[in-house]
């Protein structure tokens, strides 16, 4: 499979599996996180699981509000309806491979955020959560703290 390398911001995502090729089973792709890149909302998606295996650097992986760096060979299962996200906290690039079973994102859902978010300026977060509710993704935004 020939797969485009789609660029949200800093971050790159090059899908190695899509649907298609594996049933329906399993989805799998690389993404890249340069040092200081802005990364996504925290998410939680109730009908796939999501594993993450670091291939370099160090990603530090949220799930659930305990936070855990991902290096090179270790890896970390998020299962469905727990709250994650990542950030690239060390001095160097990291990269690492995601795999979602069942595979129910695809490219779609990464090229819909890339329009929002590399079209200048703050991304639009109301048409980002538009976008992540489409695909099966539940943005978890911190709480709002209101003034007393």
Request: no cysteine; glycine share 10%.
């Amino acid at each position: 499979m020939k797969s485009e390398n789609i660029r949200i911001g800093h971050i790159g995502i090059t899908f190695l599996l899509e649907a298609a090729h594996t049933n329906g089973s399993l989805a799998m792709f690389e993404f890249t996180v340069p040092l200081g890149a802005k990364v996504p909302l925290p998410h939680s998606h109730e009908r796939y699981d999501e594993t993450i295996y670091g291939l370099e650097g160090v990603i530090t992986l949220t799930v659930n509000g305990k936070a855990m760096p991902i290096g090179p060979g270790e890896s970390h299962f998020i299962p469905r309806g727990a709250v994650h996200g990542f950030n690239n906290l060390s001095q160097t690039d990291a990269k690492a491979l995601a795999v979602v079973t069942p595979a129910l994102i695809g490219p779609d859902f990464f090229k819909e955020t890339a329009a929002i978010v590399n079209a200048g300026g703050p991304p639009d977060v109301e048409k980002l959560k538009a976008v992540m509710a489409k695909h099966g993704l539940v943005a978890a935004l911190p709480p709002v703290a209101w003034p007393r």
